[in-house]
């Protein structure tokens, strides 16, 4: 079976964000408004119901035909036989991941504002990168900035999907795709919403092919 693109909408469910008992729906929505990757984020390091959440959100996904990526954690990945797992420069090297989850897993990688990092990432097998933030974001106000200059340059000389992410709107997120941005990674943009399918819809418009 062939690994799902990564491309359009990825929604980033973080429980630092969202209730538990509103998860599933708050994704269910997500997905139904057009988000077409789920990354499941907990950074707690206490949190006893990482495996049941992670193992729902992973049926949940499946049942809808999207891939729920991990974030950072290769073992709940696994345990829980999620599509994949995101790292950053604090997780185990790609390497690694790539031998505990198999061939088919998908592995995307953290990137921040260095494009060197990207292409070795490429180099060593990752199925996406990730620049950020790209904005001001409450999710990480001391993040580096990436810049739109950088998104057109790594489109140039990468061959895997770029995914985008930090404080993207629907209304900046265009500038983002016109430059190079296969997917827009989003947290309180939708998360934070009442009207989560809505808000989602908002995101996956920016990926509606346009008439001529």
Do not use: W
């Not at 998860?23 to 006893?48: F, M, N």
């Not at 088919?104 to 990752?126: D, H, K």
């Amino acid at each position: 079976m062939a690994k799902a693109a990564i491309a359009g909408l990825y929604a980033i469910a973080d429980m630092a964000q969202l209730e538990p008992a509103c998860l599933l729906e708050a994704v269910t929505q997500a997905i139904v408004g057009g988000a077409t990757v789920v990354q499941y984020r907990d950074k707690s390091p206490q949190s006893s119901s990482r495996l049941e959440q992670a193992a729902r959100l992973t049926q949940l996904c499946k049942h809808h035909g999207v891939p729920l990526i991990v974030n950072d954690d290769v073992e709940l990945a696994h345990s829980v036989v999620a599509a994949g797992v995101h790292l950053g420069r604090e997780d185990p090297p790609l390497a690694q991941a790539r031998r505990r989850l198999g061939s088919q897993a998908i592995v995307g990688i953290s990137c921040y504002n260095q494009l060197e990092r990207a292409l070795s990432a490429a180099a060593e097998g990752a199925d996406y990168v990730a620049f950020g933030s790209f904005y001001p974001s409450a999710t990480k106000p001391a993040a580096q900035r990436a810049t739109l200059e950088l998104l057109r340059e790594a489109r140039q000389r990468l061959r895997i999907p770029i995914v985008a992410i930090g404080g993207i709107t629907p209304e900046n997120g265009g500038a983002l795709v016109a430059a190079g941005a296969d997917a827009v990674a989003v947290i309180q943009g939708l998360f934070a919403q009442v009207d989560v399918c809505a808000a989602a819809g908002r995101y996956a418009a920016l990926f509606a092919p346009r008439s001529a």
